[in-house]
């Protein structure tokens, strides 16, 4: 006989599939089979369609196109013997969907069949519709389907019931239809029918409130009377497993009783004995058991408060962490995280065990473990709980190093309950993990350690002795360079003692020591080596006797390839040099940094929309982290701040070295706006940006003229005392080393009432606004936001989003185009409304977010506005 032919059977087809050796060899084969089917299907072979229909469901089943075969399904189907329709009717549910036309055929033949006098034929129906309804099929054969509901044989009603499930989700108005039959299903003894009716009630209820309503009053107390039974049957060897009867039914049972119960509180009340019944008697030791002890939890914790059962519920799930199955443990763990937000007092006092389970050797046991840890942690056990986890750090696994120290920075940072233990902590972490911490936290870290000024020599002694021991953190050695910068003088001569600590004895030289080592280290990066040298800078004007050694190391970094620090360097070492006179003047203290704006900020670029909650910073203000997308945006204030914060965490190292933008409100949000050579060292210098133009109070230092109008250095100016306000010069400019130039004339105002502004500008991208009013429409503000890229690669993805205070009403338009041209060939414009009803009172502020994707990249901008028009 051919292989190959018609006749061939399934069996020697699949022995010839098998026997290939190659993918090559396999696709011959199937490629001369299906040619064969066709054949024998243009032929109109009825006698071998069956043997031909199974094979091509095999062909199926391993990825070759079959659909040349789905009309012979159809024709078995149509064929009166069973044999015939056991194959016609497998082939419709493997060849085919839901979504097939060709489906719309087998309609009448499924109604014929729920209605033969055969209950295997009406089986095989029940079957086929149950996986393959449409919603057109649903309406149309649901009558039938209800019948069966009734049916003599257990088996036609448990699949007519599991049929009933798909035409409820298909077309959910026809479940009122369903629901007087299921309850009679609810009262059956045959556990099959009684399951799959149990499934129905629920998809019953989730597609419909009546139905609930129904049922909870109908079928409650009837199903604990059937839970009751099933608790307490003897055994039966045909339900039996692992000593428990029908561990199946137990779970369909409470899943149900847990919809029933959920919002209810007769119906819960009801239910609480059999309940407490289950959750006593069931054995543990089996994972049948395990199986419906946790379905009992969770039916506990999802029904009305019954505050004896969620603790006899939450006690379970401790069990279970105890348990030395992972999966099991896992559970518990999800469980326990849910519960605390209903029993927290019953979830913690299985604190111990779940701080075992953050040291557990499976990962995500671990992960699981230290999340719900983070959720347990609170103001009264704060100190232990981060104890535990500061000390499992150093022996942590390093993968999940990581995630631990973001949790230990977080609670510490919401929950400290003074900053001496605040500090303590983080220097504990980093000393551990401080190459792992984020730049947002050692950033807190400083704000908190500015406003604490009884603190400040206690931390920098502790930090010098810690920099001691963990000189491979680079982190670490960032606050440390910057703290000794900044109180140098305070450690070598243990100002600020506390009754807690012990003298220690440094010189000027070791402090020095600290900076040298961080900066000549060769792992140290740009930022850490930018840090050094401004210390530096700083400690050679509090260590005289030094002087000469710190210039000496900042003039190594002059022929650095890094261009940052080469220019530092240049600079710095002419300010030695050249301008001892005014150092001291140049390099004071930082200002404190306000702790509430860093954490307004922080929380508004970190936390995600949706949540609510309270957060407590370090300094132990609360502040709120409430969801809607002004907070989120940090624009809840009425008034415009009179800082433009920079537009993400990673900038605010700049605002704490004072080489940020102009802190004037007048000044764009993110500028790289050519500035004078003056600009540019006196915001390294920590001096701040010249006074505004039209302010009488202050000398331009700028451009100092005597009244001869030559020119005079600034740096020199700045040791003067005092001195009558001098004109600005139009003739002289100084750059960064001294040296004088022309300087740019005043700019002239001859633009519009409401002249454009760059509203946002950084390495790659410039924001331009330009404004328009309607006559009579003083409040309302036509804005036309033009996008320029000055990168040299294009933008997609490009979006653009915008938030306003209360008192301001924003419209976005589309933009032009979603794609931002190269090189600033081209931009993109968008449109915006604004109306501000507090016209006249308060001036317009508004926080933008820009989103686009580059080189198949997300990338993501923020910043505030705040130099709006005052008349807008």
């Not at 000393?431 to 009884?454: F, M, P, Q, R, Y």
């Not at 900066?519 to 140290?524: A, L, V, W």
Request: glycine share 6%.
């Amino acid at each position: 006989m051919n292989p190959f032919s018609s006749g061939t059977r399934l069996r020697d087809m699949i022995r010839a599939i098998r026997a290939c050796k190659t993918a090559a060899e396999e696709r011959a084969v199937v490629r001369k089979e299906c040619a064969s089917i066709r054949a024998a299907v243009s032929d109109n072979d009825n006698d071998y369609r069956h043997r031909n229909l199974a094979k091509l469901m095999f062909i199926h089943m391993l990825g070759y196109p079959t659909h040349f075969g789905q009309m012979e399904c159809l024709k078995l189907i149509a064929a009166p013997g069973f044999p015939e329709k056991r194959i016609g009717y497998l082939g419709l549910m493997l060849l085919l969907d839901e979504r097939q036309e060709v489906l719309m055929l087998v309609t009448n033949s499924l109604k014929q069949d729920l209605n033969h006098a055969n209950q295997y034929i009406v089986g095989l129906a029940l079957c086929a519709l149950g996986n393959i309804c449409s919603a057109e099929m649903a309406r149309d054969l649901a009558p039938e389907v209800e019948r069966l509901l009734q049916f003599r044989d257990p088996n036609i009603r448990k699949k007519a019931a599991l049929c009933s499930i798909r035409i409820v989700k298909k077309v959910p108005d026809l479940a009122e239809n369903f629901v007087n039959p299921v309850v009679s299903l609810l009262k059956e003894k045959h556990h099959g029918v009684l399951l799959t009716g149990i499934q129905l009630c629920i998809e019953l209820c989730n597609q419909s409130e009546e139905a609930l309503e129904y049922f909870r009053k109908k079928c409650t107390e009837g199903l604990v009377k059937v839970l009751k039974d099933v608790v307490n049957s003897p055994y039966a060897p045909e339900y039996d497993i692992s000593g428990i009867a029908d561990p199946f039914l137990h779970i369909r049972l409470l899943r149900l009783l847990r919809v029933l119960g959920h919002g209810d509180a007769d119906a819960s009340d009801s239910m609480s004995d059999i309940l407490a019944q289950v959750a006593t008697k069931t054995e543990s030791n089996k994972n049948a058991g395990n199986a419906i002890l946790y379905e009992c939890v969770e039916t506990i914790m999802s029904i009305e408060d019954i505050s004896g059962l969620r603790v006899l519920a939450i006690n379970i799930l401790g069990r279970f962490l105890s348990n030395r199955d992972n999966n099991i443990r896992y559970v518990a763990l999800n469980m326990l995280m849910k519960a605390v937000s209903i029993d927290d007092q019953a979830v913690q006092r299985h604190r111990v065990t779940i701080l075992e389970c953050v040291k557990d050797s499976d990962a995500s046991i671990r992960k699981r473990a230290l999340e719900l840890v983070y959720l347990l942690v609170n103001e009264s056990n704060v100190k232990a709980l981060t104890k535990e986890l500061i000390d499992y750090l150093p022996i942590s696994d390093q993968d999940f190093k990581g995630d631990l120290t973001a949790k230990i920075c977080s609670i510490v940072e919401k929950l400290s309950p003074d900053k001496i233990w605040y500090i303590d902590q983080m220097l504990k972490v980093l000393c551990e993990a401080g190459n792992l911490v984020k730049d947002e936290v050692w950033h807190a870290l400083i704000v908190v350690i500015t406003n604490a000024s009884n603190l400040h020599g206690y931390t920098v002694r502790s930090l010098y002795k810690a920099v001691q021991k963990s000189v491979d953190q680079e982190t670490l050695a960032r606050v440390a360079v910057w703290c000794i910068g900044e109180y140098g003088d305070m450690l070598v001569n243990n100002i600020g003692m506390l009754n807690m600590e012990d003298p220690i004895t440094v010189t000027e030289n070791d402090a020095v020591d600290v900076v040298e080592s961080a900066i000549k280290r060769h792992t140290s990066d740009l930022t850490t080596r930018a840090m050094c040298l401004i210390a530096l800078l700083k400690l050679s004007s509090r260590f005289p006797s030094c002087s000469q050694r710190i210039k000496d190391v900042v003039t190594q970094s002059k022929g650095s390839l890094l261009l940052e620090l080469q220019q530092r360097s240049i600079e710095f070492d002419s300010i030695i040099e050249k301008h001892q006179n005014i150092r001291s003047a140049l390099v004071e203290r930082m200002p404190v940094l306000d702790e509430a704006t860093f954490s307004g900020r922080k929380s508004g670029s970190v936390l995600a929309p949706g949540v609510s909650t309270s957060l407590k910073s370090a300094n132990g203000v609360a502040t709120s982290a409430a969801a809607p997308l002004v907070d989120l945006l940090d624009l809840g204030a009425d008034e415009p701040p009179a800082a433009a914060p920079n537009s993400s965490g990673g900038n605010f190292l700049h605002d704490l070295l004072d080489v940020g933008p102009s802190p004037f409100p007048s000044q764009p949000v993110t500028t790289q706006a050519q500035k004078s050579g003056t600009d540019v060292l006196l915001d390294l210098l920590s001096i701040g940006s010249p006074a505004p133009e039209n302010s009488s109070s202050a000398p331009d230092i700028l451009s100092l003229t005597q009244d001869n109008k030559t020119s005079v250095s600034p740096l020199d100016t700045l040791s003067l005392a005092t001195g009558p306000t001098l004109q600005a010069s139009s003739s002289g400019m100084m750059d960064l080393l001294d040296g004088f130039g022309p300087s740019p004339a005043p700019p002239k105002d001859n633009g519009p009432a409401y002249p454009p502004i760059v509203a946002f500008e950084s390495n790659s991208l410039r924001l331009t606004f330009n404004f328009s009013k309607q006559p009579g429409s003083p409040q309302v503000t036509q804005i036309e936001a033009s996008f320029a890229n000055k990168s040299s690669d294009a933008y997609t993805n490009f979006i653009f989003q915008a938030a306003v205070p209360k008192f301001l009403q924003l419209h976005l338009e589309p933009a032009s185009s979603n794609t931002l041209p190269r090189n600033g060939n081209g931009s993109v414009t968008q449109k915006l409304r604004v109306t501000n009803s507090q016209h006249g009172k308060k001036s317009m502020v508004m926080r933008i977010r820009i989103s686009y994707k580059l080189n198949n990249k997300d990338v993501l901008e923020e910043g505030q506005i705040s130099n709006f028009p005052r008349d807008l």
